[in-house]
């Protein structure tokens, strides 16, 4: 089953189990009662732990990662909302998935909101789609072009079986300074509530097939709605891929998930305008 990440459809929690294996090696995929927390701590030890270089690198990156809104199919008194995340690439544009923009939504005006790790709220505009799944998006008013502008993220290329790490924010959440799971909240400046300040979730993976970009996990846990976006990173921060869905498979009695593939556009196929 391909399930795709775009929209959030509620607290979907999976379990890969979390143990020991005979020979020792620690289980690095979450009990289900900790998907996101534990799931994204596990990951954060995983890097530790086999690549610590890798971890450096996110610390410079992460601030560069967002999460989308996008708000369409407009009514009297409301409208529906696509969730997902996207990074500011070196130049000032958002690379996300195209799906994130289009799905569900109907034909009309939609708003895309962006918000940054430290809070801040952009708004911005579609640039350019590709034929595959994958959209640009340009950043709206000089004071946050000027910011983004700063983004020292690039595109690369893609190496088979090379780590690789892919972050998003999963149901509306992300980590605080303390690394603790919290809901987004957008803010109400009228009663003194300030946007949250959250940091994504990450997941740690290999890639399985440079030509499809498709990943096998390594350490976190399944991704879920939210994340659909999300940049696929390697070990020098470059961006080889966009998520756009996961494939798993689950038993049927129970619905346990047994296995899973993150999926993504390379970003090969993305076409940048400077």
Do not use: C
Request: aromatic content about 6%.
């Amino acid at each position: 089953m391909i399930m795709k990440l775009g929209i959030v459809v509620g607290l979907a929690a999976f379990s890969l189990g979390i143990g020991h294996s005979a020979g020792g090696e620690k289980q690095w995929f979450v009990d289900r009662n900790l998907v996101y927390e534990r799931g994204s701590a596990l990951s954060g030890e995983y890097l530790e732990k086999h690549a610590p270089d890798f971890s450096k690198m996110l610390e410079t990156t992460i601030p560069w990662i967002v999460r989308i809104e996008v708000r369409h199919s407009y009514v009297k008194n409301g409208y529906s909302s696509n969730h997902g995340t996207g990074i500011i690439l070196k130049g000032g544009r958002v690379l996300t998935a195209k799906h994130v923009l289009n799905e569900n939504a109907k034909e009309g005006r939609k708003t895309v909101v962006l918000t940054t790790t430290d809070g801040r709220v952009i708004p911005a505009e579609l640039m350019k789609e590709g034929e595959s799944d994958w959209a640009i998006l340009r950043i709206i008013g000089k004071e946050s072009q000027e910011v983004a502008m700063k983004s020292p993220v690039v595109i690369g290329k893609v190496t088979s079986n090379e780590m690789a790490v892919f972050l998003g924010y999963p149901a509306r959440l992300g980590l605080d300074g303390k690394g603790k799971v919290k809901s987004f909240h957008k803010g109400n400046e009228s009663k003194g509530i300030q946007v949250s300040k959250l940091s994504p979730m990450l997941v740690v993976a290999t890639v399985s097939d440079p030509e499809a970009m498709s990943l096998k996990p390594q350490a976190g846990f399944p991704p879920v709605g939210g994340m659909s976006g999300g940049p696929i990173l390697n070990a020098e921060g470059k961006v080889i891929g966009v998520q756009n869905s996961v494939s798993k498979t689950a038993e049927d009695a129970t619905g346990k998930v047994l296995y899973y593939t993150i999926n993504a556009t390379p970003a090969s196929e993305v076409e940048e305008d400077r």
